[in-house]
């Protein structure tokens, strides 16, 4: 585990990176989850959405937090891959082209969980 001051300029280029990219995949997650609550046409499809919504929300401020963190270096990272960036990439990509439909949620709920998996790797102890 490595902190700030011990990773190489790329290194900490690359946690960023991995860092908005996972941000821009919550975010939009989010919305779509919010959305998917207003267009339920059930009362548990509107609670499941919301859930999902607030969730996003309390994982973005986790992020947060670990991202102030490791600039703190109070936070000792597995410094990710141009790999790991660039598919957390994709994943924020491919998450934005869908449209946010009941027959959709569970492939929105699947490339959140990627996404967040592999920031929560690059952060995880060994």
């Given at each position: 585990?490595?902190?700030?001051?011990?990773?190489?300029?790329?290194?900490?280029?690359?946690?960023?990176?991995?860092?908005?990219?996972?941000?821009?995949?919550?975010?939009?997650?989010?919305?779509?989850?919010?959305?998917?609550?207003?267009?339920?046409?059930?009362?548990?499809?509107?609670?499941?959405?919301?859930?999902?919504?607030?969730?996003?929300?309390?994982?973005?401020?986790?992020?947060?937090?670990?991202?102030?963190?490791?600039?703190?270096?109070d936070l000792?990272?597995?410094?990710?891959s141009t790999?790991?960036?660039?598919?957390?990439?994709?994943?924020?990509?491919?998450?934005?082209?869908?449209?946010?439909?009941?027959?959709?949620?569970?492939?929105?709920?699947d490339l959140?969980?990627?996404?967040?998996?592999?920031?929560?790797?690059?952060?995880?102890?060994?």
């Amino acid at each position: 585990m490595k902190t700030l001051d011990d990773c190489t300029p790329d290194e900490a280029l690359h946690f960023i990176q991995l860092y908005f990219a996972t941000v821009d995949l919550l975010t939009e997650a989010r919305e779509k989850y919010r959305r998917l609550s207003v267009e339920s046409t059930t009362n548990s499809g509107r609670s499941q959405y919301r859930a999902l919504a607030l969730e996003s929300e309390r994982d973005l401020e986790l992020l947060k937090n670990q991202r102030r963190a490791f600039m703190d270096n109070d936070l000792g990272i597995h410094p990710p891959s141009t790999e790991t960036v660039e598919k957390t990439k994709q994943i924020a990509a491919d998450l934005a082209k869908i449209v946010a439909k009941d027959a959709k949620a569970n492939a929105i709920i699947d490339l959140a969980t990627r996404g967040l998996e592999a920031f929560n790797q690059v952060t995880a102890d060994a």
